[in-house]
């Protein structure tokens, strides 16, 4: 059986994207910080699908912790470990004339150089020394962006630059990891409540979008799942966000939509 490890699995996007490998037949590995009863009853609820799911605690702020994270995944599965979902990622507010570089750095390490990590390890698995590029096409990886790359605005300023390089990085990895592994991504709108955003103000931002309504978490796991489906694609990113990149907006859509229900201009 073909497993996939995603990061940030236990909760939030992370959970339905495990849920969806499910339901297409794939093992979960559902890494973890600090959710460990949430990974736990994930784990517990695929299992009771008649899934197979095992969690995987680890930090990936440094490389000793994402290698700790990554040996210990293939201890139990081996090279069954087919595809990696880079799902977690840190989320704080800054802007550019008072950026803290220690906080910036901070996202760099998650939201970067974590994926870029264990990118590079997946396709090391795969690789044997008699046979250096497996061109199987199974094998790949699925780093999960945000709208907000095709859709610049200066606010989350650090953590906006993690994921444009991270999108710049799916097209130089897929050039540079083939055969032996694809990559692609996926870059979802806004679909949860974050950081000091009311439930009021999530429900009208989460309209903000062309097709005017919120966007199903399942649409985006779906397509993560599609990716690790279609031994085809590769250097591709699937912009799943009800058109939410094609509607400019001058500040993060949050900070938009509250000065709107505050009586200000956009």
């Known amino acids: 059986m073909a497993w996939t490890l995603i990061t940030g ?22 890494h973890y910080r600090h959710s460990q009863d949430a990974a736990q009853q994930l784990c517990e609820s695929i299992r009771a699908q008649g899934g197979l799911a095992m969690a995987v605690q680890g930090d990936l702020e440094d490389e000793a912790s994402c290698q700790q994270l990554f040996n210990a995944t293939v201890r139990e599965i081996g090279t069954d470990l087919q595809c ?11 802007e550019a004339r008072h950026m803290n570089e220690a906080q910036a750095l ?11 990590r264990l990118s590079r390890w997946l396709a090391q698995l795969h690789e044997t020394p008699t046979a250096p590029a497996q061109p199987s096409g199974q094998a790949s990886v ?15 300023f650090s953590y906006t630059l993690s994921k444009l390089a991270l999108e710049r990085a799916v097209s130089l990895q897929a050039q540079a990891l083939a055969p032996t592994l694809r990559v692609n991504g996926v870059a979802p709108g806004l679909m949860y409540l974050s950081g000091p955003q009311s439930q009021d103000n999530f429900d009208k931002a989460s309209q903000a979008n062309l097709m005017r309504r919120p966007l199903n978490p ?49």
């Open 218 to 266: 399942r649409h985006v796991a779906d397509s993560v799942v599609f990716l690790a489906n279609n031994a085809g694609i590769t250097g591709t990113t699937l912009r799943v966000d009800n058109g939410q990149h094609l509607v400019p907006s001058p500040r993060d859509i949050m900070f938009v939509t509250e000065a709107v229900m505050n009586g200000g201009s956009p």
């Open 142 to 156: 699925i780093h999960v962006l945000d709208q907000k790359v095709f859709n610049l605005n200066p606010d989350y």
């Open 9 to 30: 699995g236990a909760t939030r996007l992370g959970r339905e994207i495990a849920l969806a490998f499910t339901q297409a037949g794939w093992g979960v590995a559902c």
């Open 106 to 116: 901070q996202q760099l390490q998650v939201n970067l150089m974590a994926p870029l």
């Open 84 to 94: 990696v979902v880079n799902n977690a990622s840190l989320f704080e507010p800054d």
